[in-house]
């Protein structure tokens, strides 16, 4: 079997340049090319994972198959690569600490002192290399989060150091991206800082192999000569990385840069059939072209930073994509409707053609959900939530229709005397936080003759999973004869998966996180069918007989 090689991927200069989504560019031709990828990523900071980070701090926290929680950049591989990740994919220093850790308390290292060189390396190394020992993947894209120079990042870069010279030139290449300011008082491109971080990175005793230059304007073949000359590399292997409209522009630009062939030619690999991507230009085709548009509100408790929810905004515009319409996000804190009267809620919210209330924890925003969905039942407008979203509207549902007053989840009133909501029993002795939900991939039987059904066109589907708290089975009676149906179930422990209320134009709430499972190729049936509806409300609602039904009453 042909031996696995390594593509790493570096920054420099400024965080944020966005390595994954060029790690994720390059996965996609290469992919196109006929190779086997996959794409990891290497997290400098302690925690064990994300799990336990607020989303102000690091953004979404993206969930795999088999219950990771990983870094948010998993999300964009699996959009562009349209393959399933895993706990292979994202490593973090605090997951390497805490092994080399357990092999000292077991004695492992037989009374050795255990140091960063070689004990933390030899971890890194071994983590690195998990994936390729599998023998499924041609080549394996290793992104190094933060930048050359950052104290935390120095092991992973040491790593890589001993890989490229242990591995052979031919086995494993760097991939550096820098950034190319752009100083408007001289109006030119300054290539000084890209000089900095390679030479920085070469203090390191790390050579790149080829450089992305990030830039907002394109750069002359005398800027690719000089930064080439100063930088160590061939011409050929200075990339343009210019600002694209769209993430999703940025794979036909990396063609256009012949990035791929210089990766392949640096690996010394055949470059097998040139990248056609025509499913992808077919998608950016109909994303660039719209026949229409829709209103969503994303409401939720996070919306300041668009990467609070990554992974639904994408699978939006995927599903619009779809039903070939501009797919408008109004993010719309939550917190900011609670003080409101269902009045005010209903201006607030009146020029909506969908609501999706977005997963969460905690009590802050929740009143707010709360009312959002309320107008939407009671407005009849398409509406759709997810997770912390479907359990806002069974307590919406539980207060409003069947006048159980005071309704609510243990998680927010653990004095409640209808808790609708309330904790699984095998999480009610869980203390630590970090790895304990209910995690990763689940099946879920749905009705026959429900929106559910209708999405998925069949009965049995899996979806990925991040809760501590369920439905209460034990009002699901009430909630039947109320016209709140369950329309998904886990056969395995009888839990609710999907609500509906089947009297509603389209109102689907559901447990699981679909978004997680939403890609480029593949959008998620759910969030098609959504904006499907949204589409056909806001058809109506600017209907000439609409409009005048309406001024007459």
């Keep these: 079997m042909a ?3 390594y593509v790493f991927v570096t920054g420099g200069v400024a965080s944020s340049l966005g390595k994954g989504i060029l790690a994720s560019s390059l996965g996609k031709l290469l992919q196109e090319r006929g ?3 996959t794409i990891q990523k290497l997290d400098p900071y302690i925690n064990v994972d994300p799990g336990t980070l607020n989303p102000y701090e690091h953004g979404e926290c993206f969930v795999t198959d088999d219950g990771a929680e990983t870094d948010l950049d998993l999300g964009h591989y699996e959009r562009f690569l349209n393959v399933s990740t895993s706990q292979a994919n994202n490593v973090t220093t605090g997951k390497i600490y805490l092994t080399v850790i357990q092999k000292e308390r077991r004695g492992d290292y037989l009374g050795k002192t255990v140091q960063v060189i070689p004990h933390i390396t030899d971890e890194i190394k071994r983590r690195i290399q998990m994936l390729g020992e599998t023998g499924r993947y041609d080549v394996v894209i290793t992104e190094i989060g933060g930048t050359v120079g950052d104290i935390e990042s120095l092991p992973y870069i040491e790593a890589v150091r001993q890989l490229k010279w242990e591995m052979g030139q031919d086995n494993a290449i760097v991939l550096h991206l820098t950034l190319l300011p752009f100083l408007s008082a001289s109006g030119e491109l300054k290539t000084k800082p890209t000089q900095h971080s390679v030479k920085m990175l070469l203090e390191a005793g790390v050579q790149c192999d080829i450089l992305a230059c990030r830039t907002e304007f394109n750069i002359d073949d005398d800027m690719r000569r000089k930064i080439a000359l100063f930088c160590n590399i061939e011409p050929s292997a200075v990339v343009e990385a210019v600002d694209a409209d769209t993430i999703y522009d940025v794979p036909l630009f990396m063609k256009d840069e012949g990035l791929d062939r210089e990766v392949l030619r640096k690996l010394n690999l055949p470059t097998g059939q040139e990248p056609k991507l025509i499913e992808w230009k077919e998608f950016l085709t109909r994303f660039k072209n719209p026949t229409g548009e829709v209103n969503i509100g994303l409401i939720g408790k996070y919306v300041e930073l668009k990467d609070s929810y990554l992974s639904i905004h994408e699978a939006l515009v995927h599903a619009g994509v779809k039903n070939d319409v501009k797919t408008n996000i ?3 804190h939550s917190e900011d409707l609670e003080e409101l009267s269902d ?9 909506l053609d969908g609501i999706l209330v977005a997963p969460g924890f905690g009590s802050r ?3 707010g959900k709360i009312k959002a969905i309320k107008y939407a039942r009671t407005g009849n407008v398409p509406f759709f939530g997810i997770c912390l979203g479907m359990q806002c509207a069974v307590i919406e549902f539980a207060r409003n229709v069947l006048h159980l007053h005071g309704a609510n989840s243990s998680e927010m009133d653990d004095t409640t005397k209808f808790p609708v909501i309330h904790l699984q029993k095998d999480q009610v002795d869980v203390v630590d936080k970090g790895g304990t939900m209910r995690l990763g991939l689940y099946s879920c039987k749905i009705k026959k003759g429900t929106n559910a059904f209708a999405a998925y066109g069949e009965q049995y589907i899996s979806e ?3 809760h501590r708290y369920e439905f209460n089975n034990s009002y699901a009676e009430e909630f039947e004869k109320g016209g709140m149906i369950t329309t998904g179930v886990n056969p395995e422990k009888s839990l609710v998966e999907i609500v509906e209320i089947p009297s509603h134009r389209w ?3 559901v447990q699981f996180h679909p978004e997680y499972r939403s890609t480029v190729l593949n959008p998620h049936p759910v969030f098609t069918e959504f904006i499907k509806h949204a589409l056909i409300f806001r058809k109506e ?5 609409k409009k005048k039904k309406t001024a007459a009453v």
Excluded: Q, Y
């Design 3 to 5: 031996k696995t090689k």
């Design 343 to 351: 009045e005010e809620v209903a201006r607030e919210l009146g020029d």
């Design 507 to 509: 109102f689907t709430a």
């Design 541 to 545: 609602k600017s209907s000439p007989a």
């Design 464 to 466: 990925r999973h991040r």
């Design 35 to 37: 190779f086997s990828v």
């Design 330 to 332: 109004i993010r719309i």
């Design 365 to 367: 925003g929740i009143e």
